[in-house]
């Protein structure tokens, strides 16, 4: 039974790491956690692709613009999806990932 759970832990770690924003399928978004998890899952890749450089310096770099333009274009079908589709809150959200606010104000703060 130890096995059992241990492999099922494991191969829920390797799933839920190294996703990135080309893993997210906006159109399987069913709820305020699909969403929250989609939003977490986009800005963290956005954010980590980045890294330090700022807004300006992003606008500079031709190359990042062309590799960052997808990732924020699915950023906006996202929250398409979510708030006027879905009509999910960012409370229902928040609800469902505690990680969420951390990751807003680190995006919010960088863009």
């Known amino acids: 039974m130890k096995k059992v759970i241990l492999g099922i832990g494991v191969l829920t770690l390797m799933a839920s790491c190294g996703t990135t924003a080309e893993d997210v399928n906006v159109a399987d978004m069913k709820d305020a956690c699909d969403c929250s998890s989609g939003f977490v899952t986009i800005a963290n890749?956005?954010?980590?692709?980045?890294g330090d450089k700022t807004?300006?310096?992003m606008?500079?770099?031709?190359?990042l613009k062309k590799k960052m333009e997808p990732k924020f274009?699915?950023?906006d079908k996202?929250?398409?999806k979510c708030r006027k589709e879905l009509e999910v809150t960012m409370e229902e959200m928040k609800a469902c990932d505690e990680g969420l606010?951390?990751?807003m104000?680190?995006?919010e703060e960088k863009f």
């Open 78 to 80: 996202l929250e398409d």
């Open 101 to 103: 606010e951390d990751v």
């Open 45 to 50: 890749d956005i954010l980590n692709e980045i």
């Open 55 to 57: 807004e300006n310096d």
């Open 73 to 75: 274009e699915k950023l």
């Open 59 to 63: 606008k500079e770099d031709e190359e």
């Open 105 to 107: 104000k680190k995006f």
